[in-house]
């Protein structure tokens, strides 16, 4: 007897549920398990658009190889331009009824993209977000994010009703997570609003993000944790440089889009609140704080840059206490051994 097999999924003669972006850049060591993630997903009629943003690693020949075996790999290869340019290329060419990103060295649980694209077709939701694990190199787990409880003090968030940014309004700039991972998108919504990255390589998911929740009328959630989020010792967001001073053009994206939205009275409160969590988490990352300093009290207003910096001296005040805590806990453990 004769079984019918269903033919594999061609996104050249079919269209894709979901099109899932990856930005590439020297990323060789992990690369494989990310795609991997992605052609064991359960649900097929997908396509996987890689940006080879100027690799000088094997990234690029990993991506071919793969590409050979599977026609839902797409690859666009160009010059180094940055994570957000590699992103806003991807979106060009994206067929996708949904947007999905992944980032290169994390990986997608096998149900992921069949468990989101459901619920956002039952639900009719234009963003959808869902919880993730964050792991180290080894692939151990760390902790996760659960956005029921980062909300819970605003909005009694619910996994079978949609909600959209005035429910959350206290956080509505960052409260879902700024990371665009962790979230599913319509793309009539990217396409209606020009939605797109800053060019920045740090923090440039925040204007994307911020701009799919402000414009979305239907936001769903999901309390599964379907993606990992591998954090590295030595990642590049948590080595002091004044490149980061790049995320000055973050703020002033993120400033555009509320005011061509016309909510910039309504998000004053929320504005401030996003600058002083953004600028107090980020300035861990410069070097030369005083001219961090300096370029806020010239771009930010009178009250955002004194914020800024009572919460740094506040942070330098305190940092010999919480490292004495440390220090002494991990004493008390070590007579344990």
């Not at 429910?167 to 962790?182: E, F, Q, T």
């Not at 939205?261 to 309504?266: F, I, Q, R, V």
């Amino acid at each position: 007897m004769r079984i019918n097999q269903t033919p594999p999924f061609n996104p050249e003669t079919g269209n894709p549920k979901v099109s899932v972006i990856l930005p590439i850049y020297n990323q060789e060591k992990y690369l494989a398990k990310a795609l991997d993630s992605l052609k064991n997903q359960t649900l097929k009629e997908t396509e996987f658009i890689c940006v080879n943003d100027g690799s000088r690693d094997n990234s690029l020949n990993i991506l071919k190889e793969y590409e050979k075996n599977d026609k839902r790999i797409k690859i666009i290869d160009q010059n180094n331009q940055g994570c957000g340019s590699a992103r806003n290329n991807g979106l060009k060419i994206a067929k996708g009824e949904y947007i999905a990103f992944l980032d290169p060295d994390d990986w997608f649980e096998p149900e992921a993209l069949e468990v989101l694209y459901k619920k956002s077709k039952k639900q009719n939701c234009d963003v959808l977000v869902f919880n993730f694990n964050k792991v180290d190199d080894s692939g151990s787990l760390l902790g996760s994010f659960n956005l029921k409880k980062r909300l819970q003090r605003f909005f009694n968030i619910k996994e079978d009703e949609n909600f959209n940014w005035r429910d959350i309004k206290p956080r509505v700039l960052g409260g879902l997570h700024p990371a665009s991972w962790n979230k599913l998108y319509k793309r009539d919504l990217i396409k209606k609003h020009n939605l797109h990255f800053a060019k920045s390589n740090l923090a440039e998911d925040n204007v994307f993000v911020f701009g799919a929740t402000l414009n979305a009328k239907n936001i769903g959630y999901s309390d599964k944790c379907l993606y990992n989020y591998v954090i590295h010792k030595n990642s590049a967001i948590r080595s002091r440089s004044d490149k980061n001073f790049c995320i000055f053009r973050s703020i002033d994206s993120v400033k555009k889009l509320i005011t061509n939205l016309g909510l910039n009275n309504e998000l004053k409160n929320e504005y401030d609140g996003y600058i002083l969590r953004f600028l107090s988490y980020h300035i861990k990352q410069i070097k030369s704080v005083p001219k961090f300093l300096k370029i806020c009290e010239k771009r930010l207003t009178p009250h955002q840059s004194r914020m800024i910096n009572e919460r740094y001296n506040a942070n330098l005040m305190l940092a010999p206490i919480i490292e004495a805590i440390l220090a002494a806990k991990k004493n008390k453990a070590c007579k344990f051994i």
